[in-house]
Nanobody
Framework: QVQLVESGGGLVQAGGSLRLSCAVSRRPYGMGWFRQAPGKEREFVAAIEWSFGSPFYGDSAKGRFTASRDDAKNTGYLQMTNLKSEDTAVYYC?????????????????WGQGTQVTVSS
């Protein structure tokens, strides 16, 4: 069993920044970030392939969010800048033991508890 602990959510004004962290108990193949707003489906935000640190981004994240990881700490990060009200959601990290499709929830076996991000306009 793999445990994930998320932190870093909160309330921020539009245009501001937040960094989410996700500590994982075992080195994964990759880590993904998803978000879910009320009444909407869970949406892919970003992911990072752990060995080489190669990032992948959903359309909503391109140019504003950065996925990274600290291999020594087994921790992944999602740096979010220029936040908008439409970024308000619960953000989840998840880890994969191997993926063919990085942006689908079924590629991830373990999930964090979620952290609320609220962007006020």
């Amino acid at each position: 069993q793999v445990q994930l602990v998320e932190s870093g959510g909160g309330l921020v004004q539009a245009g501001g920044s937040l960094r989410l962290s996700c500590a994982v108990s075992r080195r994964p193949y990759g880590m993904g970030w998803f978000r879910q707003a009320p009444g909407k489906e869970r949406e892919f935000v970003a992911a990072i392939e752990w060995s080489f640190g190669s990032p992948f981004y959903g359309d909503s994240a391109k140019g504003r969010f950065t996925a990274s990881r600290d291999d020594a700490k087994n921790t992944g990060y999602l740096q979010m800048t220029n936040l908008k009200s439409e970024d308000t959601a619960v953000y989840y990290c998840a880890v994969s033991q191997g993926w063919e499709l990085v942006a689908v929830t079924s590629s991830y076996q373990y999930w964090g508890q979620g952290t609320q991000v609220t962007v006020s306009s």
